[in-house]
């Protein structure tokens, strides 16, 4: 029986420890499984504390690289600006100069210009001079007539035809020789004009296109009263033709001072 009763209490000390190492297991567990969640939120923070750190790390230095490549754009687009400046001024320095050489050149070209054109004006105009009144050559010698004859610079053959003329009719004489003598007239301001147009060519780079255009104009103005102004002389034209011809000769006269206008405001520039 005694040793019935030792067993008996063994089995229940023996639970009795079972049942206390199963609780304290338990417990253990329960402290390891603790244990663990807070290493691994600890190794959680570290890492996104680290990922944190890294992605600083790594933003600092992309804008660090940012700030580097905009620091050297600027650098570069600076230098641009500077150069742009520099070839700024360089072209305008070289207008400033084209433009006083230009003045300097007008202001010898243009007084010159001015007075060709006046000449070639005058010249054609002399030449057909429909109301002009000629010399009197009624009462000359044939010797008188011959002399006067000889300024005109007649050729042998027209020469000739007015000694014919004097002999034979001395009123033809005298037409005759009015004739030469506005040919001739009408012939040198040709040549002036000639002179004044050539010179306007050669000197074109230098004119203004308003300058050129009203030059041209002239040119085309002084051609048409020359032609014209041959065939009254030498064969007579009907009444609208000399009116024609004479109003060439103010229009002429009227772009000529339009031209002395525009070269006189060029020479003179208003600020």
Request: proline content about 1%; overall charge positive.
């Amino acid at each position: 029986m005694l040793d019935l009763f030792k067993w008996a209490g063994l089995t229940v000390l023996g639970a009795a420890i079972v049942v206390a190492a199963g609780y304290g297991m338990k417990q253990l567990f329960g402290v390891l499984i603790g244990y663990l969640a807070f290493k691994v939120r600890r190794q959680e923070e570290e890492a996104d504390k680290h990922r944190l750190e890294e992605v600083r790390s790594n933003f600092a230095k992309e804008l660090e690289q940012r700030r580097s490549e905009f620091a050297g754009q600027l650098e570069e687009k600076k230098s641009e600006l500077g150069r742009m400046a520099a070839r700024v001024q360089h072209d305008l320095q070289r207008e400033v100069i084209r433009a006083e050489l230009q003045i300097r050149s007008l202001h010898r070209i243009y007084p010159t210009l001015g007075k060709k054109l006046h000449m070639a004006v005058g010249g054609i105009g002399d030449g057909s001079a429909v109301m002009e009144q000629p010399p009197n050559y009624e009462g000359m010698s044939q010797d008188e007539l011959l002399k006067v004859a000889d300024t005109y610079k007649l050729s042998e053959a027209d020469r000739n035809h007015l000694v014919r003329k004097i002999g034979s009719n001395q009123h033809e004489a005298t037409e005759l020789l009015h004739k030469y003598r506005r040919a001739k007239l009408l012939e040198d301001g040709n040549h002036k004009r000639i002179d004044a147009y050539n010179y306007v060519l050669i000197k074109r780079l230098y004119l203004s296109d308003a300058v050129l255009a009203k030059c041209d104009a002239l040119n085309t103005l002084l051609i048409s009263i020359y032609v014209e102004a041959k065939m009254w002389i030498w064969k007579g034209t009907d009444h609208a033709t000399l009116k024609k011809m004479m109003a060439e000769n103010g229009q002429a006269i009227k772009v000529l001072k339009e031209i002395d206008m525009q070269m006189r405001g060029e020479l003179q520039p208003k600020d």
